[in-house]
């Protein structure tokens, strides 16, 4: 038996139906920018692409272990002490003996000079070089070569062993005749603060020839 028309279900059935039908035509009545489109007939939505996978990430090189500490090199062994160098001590002149012999502090001697000078005991100082000095030299003379570089420790030497004072007279020769050796070794004397330097003109020339005492060999 077919269901009634009153009946409840077949009247919603009915009703959903029809109202299916009156949404297809006014959906088709309509213009094209509010007509709706249906499931299934619109765009497709762009598919979903997974990120691309990171790398692993490479493990951390290990460092070197640390470099031991460098033992401190021992410490260097002091060079001794360095030996004082002898000095004499130069005695001022007093001011009367200054102004007298400033206007002469050098002076050229004579061989009688010199002799007398020798005999009175003042030092005789070589101007030579040491190796003219080895073949023979005024007796008791003190080698000190003016051209050589070890004139300063020679003249330290002099002055402490015979302690002469500024006033004091030093009698200074070399080979004689044209030689400057003397004159250059009395100006350096004199910038020491010597005052009384005498210059054998002849030198040692002259002293062999007046048959003078000599001495050879190194001092």
Same mark, same amino acid.
């Not at 035509?25 to 309509?30: D, G, K, Q, T, Y």
């Not at 100006?187 to 000599?214: C, S, T």
């Given at each position: 038996?077919?269901?009634?028309?009153?009946?409840?279900?077949?009247?919603?059935?009915?009703?959903?139906?029809?109202?299916?039908?009156?949404?297809?035509?006014?959906n088709?009545?309509?213009?094209?920018?509010?007509?709706?489109?249906?499931?299934?007939?619109?765009?497709?939505?762009?598919?979903?692409?997974?990120?691309?996978?990171?790398p692993?990430?490479?493990?951390?090189?290990?460092?070197p272990?640390?470099?031991?500490?460098?033992?401190?090199?021992?410490?260097?062994?002091?060079?001794?002490?360095?030996?004082?160098?002898l000095?004499?001590?130069?005695?001022?002149?007093?001011?009367?003996?200054?102004?007298?012999?400033?206007?002469?502090?050098?002076?050229?001697? !004579?061989?009688?000079? +010199?002799? /007398?000078?020798?005999?009175? =005991?003042?030092?005789? %100082?070589?101007?030579? $070089?040491?190796?003219?000095?080895?073949?023979?030299?005024?007796?008791?003379?003190?080698?000190?070569?003016?051209?050589?570089?070890?004139?300063?420790?020679?003249?330290?030497?002099?002055?402490?062993?015979?302690?002469?004072?500024?006033?004091?007279?030093?009698?200074?020769?070399?080979?004689?005749?044209?030689?400057?050796? !003397?004159?250059?070794? +009395?100006? /350096?004397?004199?910038?020491? =603060?010597?005052?009384? %330097?005498?210059?054998? $003109?002849?030198?040692f020339?002259?002293?062999?020839?007046?048959?003078?005492?000599?001495?050879?060999?190194?001092?």
């Amino acid at each position: 038996m077919l269901p009634s028309l009153g009946s409840t279900p077949f009247r919603v059935l009915a009703l959903t139906g029809m109202a299916g039908v009156a949404a297809l035509l006014s959906n088709s009545l309509a213009s094209p920018a509010r007509r709706l489109t249906w499931t299934g007939s619109g765009p497709s939505l762009p598919s979903f692409t997974p990120p691309p996978e990171r790398p692993p990430q490479a493990a951390p090189t290990p460092q070197p272990p640390a470099l031991q500490k460098r033992k401190a090199d021992p410490p260097l062994t002091p060079a001794p002490p360095a030996r004082p160098r002898l000095t004499a001590p130069v005695h001022p002149a007093p001011p009367e003996a200054q102004r007298r012999m400033a206007s002469s502090p050098i002076r050229e001697i !004579s061989g009688q000079e +010199a002799w /007398k000078a020798f005999q009175s =005991g003042t030092p005789f %100082l070589d101007a030579r $070089r040491s190796s003219e000095f080895a073949e023979g030299h005024v007796a008791r003379a003190w080698c000190t070569p003016v051209w050589e570089s070890d004139v300063d420790d020679r003249l330290i030497a002099f002055k402490a062993a015979r302690r002469p004072g500024s006033e004091d007279p030093i009698v200074i020769y070399c080979g004689g005749g044209d030689c400057r050796d !003397s004159h250059l070794l +009395a100006e /350096k004397l004199l910038n020491e =603060g010597y005052f009384h %330097l005498l210059i054998y $003109r002849d030198g040692f020339p002259d002293w062999m020839a007046q048959g003078h005492p000599v001495e050879k060999g190194q001092p």
